[in-house]
């Protein structure tokens, strides 16, 4: 009975510590059409409405690359006659993948240059280098498309601390001798 009693407290505690984590503060959700006039283009105008499962990054449009939204990715011009899909973020989980900073890249509909053996690299301003990593999914997809999966698995100390984390982090990918540059969710327009 002692047992039962010392394991019901040990619980509650455990609950009521784990609810009493302090929450940072979050920033609005910016406008698109404010994010446009600075050359940002988001996801989708509710970006923040999955956090802490997902923080999905902003992509800054600074050499004209966007062309549209394809489900939950970037399709941005890729050399002069092709296009590509580019999805970065924060996933909580992502199969296999723990609390990490994603970048998948994967051919779209329309493009017209394969991306196998082309060099790619991604960097996290403030996490460094991610390391290619096995795809999950779908394998038809993955190889018809042929997705690259990149990944930077982060250290929290609590669920809400991915913010810090995140703060002030720039994602940039280099597709052969193109650059694509992600913004954090977190951004502070004037």
């Known amino acids: 009975m002692k047992r039962l009693l010392f394991l019901i407290v040990l619980f509650v505690v455990s609950c009521s510590s784990t609810s009493q984590l302090p929450r940072p503060e979050i920033q609005s959700e910016i406008l698109a059409s404010k994010l446009n006039s600075h050359g940002i283009a988001a996801i989708n105008p509710t970006y923040k409405k999955s956090y802490y499962r997902i923080l999905p990054y902003l992509l800054f449009n600074e050499s004209g690359t966007f062309n549209e939204i394809q489900g939950d990715f970037y399709n941005v011009k ?3 006659n092709s296009n590509l899909n580019i999805m970065p973020g924060f996933w909580r989980d992502y199969g296999k993948y723990k609390n990490s900073l994603i970048v998948l890249i994967a ?10 053996g082309i060099p790619i690299s991604v960097e996290s301003s403030k996490h460094g280098v991610f390391e290619k ?3 999950i999914g779908n394998s038809q997809v993955n190889k018809s498309q042929q997705r690259v999966l990149f990944v930077k698995m982060l250290e929290l100390e609590n669920r809400y601390d991915v913010l810090n984390k995140i703060n002030d982090d720039v994602i940039t990918v280099k597709i052969g001798e193109q650059v694509y540059t992600f913004l954090n969710p977190e951004i502070k327009l004037d």
């Open 78 to 80: 890729f050399n002069v």
């Open 107 to 116: 051919m779209s509909r329309s493009s017209t240059l394969p991306i196998k």
């Open 133 to 135: 990593k096995k795809l």
